[in-house]
Nanobody, 123 residues
């Protein structure tokens, strides 16, 4: 099993920045890809970004390209999401997720999930 714990959410004004972190523990050697998803009220969970633990290839949703950056520290078993130029439409609960497979933007491809952290962007 893998346990994921997110931190770093909060309230920020539009145009501001936040950094989310996710710490993984347990059978972390089994993780191939780590990602971030988000879910706004009344909407489906959507893919935000993902990173391959080996090699560091990154993938982004079009809506966040150029504004968000995902990174990882394999020695510390952490993955981070730097969010810049935040917009009100970025408001959501953000979830860290881990997959034992290669990159996918589909949430059902990720076996492990954190509890989520709220990000609220005010106008």
């Amino acid at each position: 099993q893998v346990q994921l714990v997110e931190s770093g959410g909060g309230l920020v004004q539009a145009g501001g920045s936040l950094r989310l972190s996710c710490a993984a523990s347990g059978r972390t050697f089994s993780i191939i890809t780590m990602g971030w998803f988000r879910q706004a009220p009344g909407k489906e969970r959507e893919f935000v970004a993902a990173i391959r633990r080996s090699g560091g290839s990154t993938y982004y949703a079009d809506s966040v390209k150029g504004r968000f950056t995902i990174s990882r520290d394999n020695a510390k078993n952490t993955v981070s999401l730097q969010m810049n130029s935040l917009k009100t439409e970025d408001t959501a609960v953000y979830y860290c997720a881990a997959s034992i497979g290669y990159f996918s933007g589909r949430s059902n491809e990720y076996a492990y999930w954190g509890q989520g952290t709220q990000v609220t962007v005010s106008s």
